[in-house]
């Protein structure tokens, strides 16, 4: 890898597109504008990517095919699992793709703009894509941002809340329908336009003052768990960072000089405010709608990395205009590792998979009795929530169906894509089994787990384990087994 180099980079970030108020909800589906915007992005994607340099079109083992969809929730839709309902669109929501098309069958990695995707929500999204692109379920990788004034999908959860007439609701079933069959659609459409990939790009750069880990430690030694997203705590902000991933990677597709697509990762919370019923993509959202203007040709994806310990609590307090900040210095990252990309002849690519047998918690307000007895007794609509989630995971274990870690091996670089809110531990430990390689983890596959701490977490009393955390002592070692087996063991 050459050596990294820093760049500066100064801009205003354009304002976000506001969904337009009028009859429809911004969940209805308008086909004609969804069909000239895929057609119009499928032109310039096409015009972009066509011949090489030399004028002449490449061969290559590899094909790339991308798309993107409109998955904005309607007004009313429950935000962060039931949390809160969206009561505006401050900017609208996407899922961005792309189908890898070689000798075997196609493969697909999808960054959508959901706070989590879960159980069987997760299973019909692959479903869905896989039929779309010719290919088996497993081989579809689907990953959420996590923004948390975004919906989360979990059938199964709706549905027994739904059985009880109960007030909370985790998600609209007839929307996460359309929306799956939205981004489906996009994705068969992008298949007329595949164009021919003969070079793998990677860059990296160290994104400044973002993130921090939820974990600090107080001059008097005393462990804290309590830095969020946002904080105004003078102890949090005056701790160190803590162990955080300080680098964006970026994996870049490219036809002779012309760039397809890019993938940014980075762990982090993409979180700046939220909790007030508007929905947005967040900062995350606005550095990649900035790149996406700054290279039309190119579909710029942005997916997070095992950031469930990861957050911007220590460069931020909060405040409204502190999201465009935090959006400036991502941005100026994606900048910066692109302009540091090294490119590696494509020689096609290969999927492997790892089961996870992860069990479910029992300790106190764990158990399903615990569990029904929240559904039975508490009024308050987001525990009703949680309480389904964590009846939806008991289900699906019961039936049979592990959560999976896959891979996507390019060769020079490889696309990790971990289940849940995965601590940034678990992305760090990929990269070291694998030094000598380009190694992308993107976190929140399968959100069924809720949060996968190391066993020191447990140790030292995490306090964030409180609710978001499904899964039992003893994930870790059968978390970096799965890594071990799809990285290196082959």
């Not at 203007?293 to 609590?313: D, F, R, T």
């Not at 931020?316 to 590792?337: I, P």
Request: aromatic fraction near 8%; proline fraction near 6%.
């Amino acid at each position: 890898m050459s050596s990294r180099t820093k760049f500066a980079v100064a801009f205003s970030l354009c304002s976000s597109q506001n969904v337009p108020s009028g009859s429809q909800s911004p969940g209805s589906v308008q086909p004609m504008a969804q069909f000239m915007r895929i057609s119009l992005l499928s032109l310039l994607w096409c015009t972009a990517a066509g011949p090489a340099s030399d004028g002449r079109l490449q061969a290559a083992p590899l094909q790339v095919a991308v798309f993107t969809a409109d998955v904005t929730p309607p007004l009313g839709h429950g935000m962060m699992g039931g949390a809160w309902l969206a009561k505006s669109v401050s900017d609208p929501l996407e899922a961005n793709g792309l189908v890898l098309l070689g000798d075997g069958l196609p493969a697909v990695f999808v960054s959508v703009d959901w706070c989590e995707i879960r159980n069987d929500a997760y299973a019909r999204w692959q479903e869905a894509l896989a039929a779309a692109a010719g290919t088996t379920p497993e081989r579809v990788l689907v990953t959420t941002v996590h923004q948390h004034d975004a919906p989360v999908a979990d059938l199964e959860a709706e549905r027994i809340l739904r059985s009880r007439r109960l007030k909370g609701t985790v998600c609209d079933l007839a929307f996460h329908e359309r929306a799956v069959q939205g981004v489906a659609r996009a994705l068969g459409v992008s298949l007329q336009s595949a164009r021919p990939c003969t070079h793998i790009g990677v860059g990296q750069c160290r994104v400044e003052r973002v993130a921090s880990n939820r974990r600090y430690v107080l001059p008097d030694a005393t462990v804290r768990f309590d830095r969020t997203s946002s904080t105004r705590n003078p102890a949090a902000i005056a701790a160190d960072e803590g162990l955080i991933d300080p680098n964006l990677k970026t994996l870049s597709f490219w036809n002779g000089d012309a760039p397809l697509a890019a993938v940014s990762f980075y762990a982090v919370h993409p979180m700046s405010y939220y909790g007030q019923g508007e929905v947005s993509a967040d900062f995350p959202g606005l550095a990649r709608r900035k790149r996406q203007l700054e290279s039309p040709g190119v579909l710029q994806i942005y997916a997070s990395g095992c950031s469930g310990n990861v957050v911007a609590g220590k460069y931020n307090t909060g405040d409204r205009h502190l999201r465009t900040v935090l959006a400036d210095r991502l941005h100026a990252a994606m900048v910066a590792a692109w302009k540091d990309v090294e490119r590696f002849p494509a020689t096609g690519y290969k999927v492997r998979l790892a089961t996870l047998q992860l069990q479910p918690r029992s300790d106190p307000g764990f158990t399903v009795a615990d569990l029904e007895r929240t559904l039975a007794e508490e009024a308050d609509p987001f525990k009703q929530c949680l309480a389904a989630m964590g009846l939806s995971w008991r289900r699906r274990l019961e039936a049979g169906r592990p959560i999976q870690a896959p891979v996507i091996d390019l060769g020079p670089a490889q696309l990790l894509l971990l289940p849940g809110e995965a601590y940034v531990e678990y992305q760090l430990a990929a990269q070291q089994m694998k030094p000598d390689s380009f190694v992308c983890v993107a976190g929140y596959g399968d959100g069924a787990t809720g949060y996968i701490p190391t066993e020191k977490h447990f140790a030292e009393g995490d306090t964030n384990l409180g609710d978001w955390c499904w899964v039992a002592r003893g994930s870790e070692e059968r978390m970096l087994d799965a890594i071990r087996s799809v990285l290196v063991e082959q």
